[in-house]
């Protein structure tokens, strides 16, 4: 339940959160310090001022491209502790736990809860998960040199996995192109991917 998010929140006119990053994936910072899987706004005069904010924002320009102030529609969040008085950071680490944030815990699984250190896991979010056929998926938790076994492997992604193939057996989830990456990076970083892939162990095979 997000109930516990709600209740930090309280009555603050805008909350937001941050990525957290790991060491290891701190050059991601170029995509903004706050991350678009948990965006509140209160219906308050702030909150709308906020809001709208955002929207001239993102009609003036959403694309998936870095520059030094925006990225998609993620990175104007980056300006708003600064405009915002009644901002709220959650601070609740159980909230978008991530790929790029996933290192930082110690997980734990008890009384039928995920634990990060020690807190129970609001929602994660499954960013970078490819479909490779009816049964397989790559996590490419390898990206971030995180190996996929015990409780992220049994209680978190294989979870969702299989309530994703249940609810739409259908669809795929298909393979994107990276499109960050240019010149000899095009070439090195898809290579890199498939070793540590491989030595990592990221593929789930829901029959298993």
């Known amino acids: 339940s997000p109930k516990v998010i709600f209740e930090e929140i309280k009555n603050s006119s805008v909350a937001i959160i941050e990525h957290r990053f790991h060491w290891i994936t701190k050059r991601q910072i170029k995509y903004g310090r706050f991350n678009v899987g948990w965006v509140t706004f209160r ?26 102030d925006r990225f998609g529609d993620q990175k104007y969040l980056d300006k708003w502790p600064k405009l915002i008085k009644n901002l709220k950071i959650i601070d609740n680490i159980g909230a978008n736990a991530a790929i790029w944030n996933v290192k930082n ?8 809860k995920v634990l990060l250190n020690n ?15 009816d049964n397989r998926y790559n996590t490419n938790l390898s990206r971030v ?10 209680n978190v992604y294989k979870v969702y996995l299989k309530n994703l193939k249940k609810n739409f057996d259908s669809n795929k989830i298909h393979f994107k192109k990276d499109n960050h990456l240019y010149g000899i990076k095009k070439l090195l970083i898809p290579t890199f991917r498939k070793i540590s892939s491989f030595i990592f162990k990221d593929i789930i095979d829901l029959r298993l």
């Open 105 to 112: 815990y110690k997980w734990s699984y008890k009384d039928n």
């Open 145 to 154: 040199l995180m190996p996929l076994n015990g409780v992220l492997k049994n």
């Open 119 to 133: 807190i129970q896991l609001v929602f994660y979010h499954f960013a970078n998960i490819h479909q490779i056929d």
């Open 43 to 68: 219906n308050d005069e702030e909150g709308n001022s906020c809001l709208d904010l955002w929207l001239k924002d993102c009609l003036n320009w959403c694309y998936q491209k870095v520059e030094k």
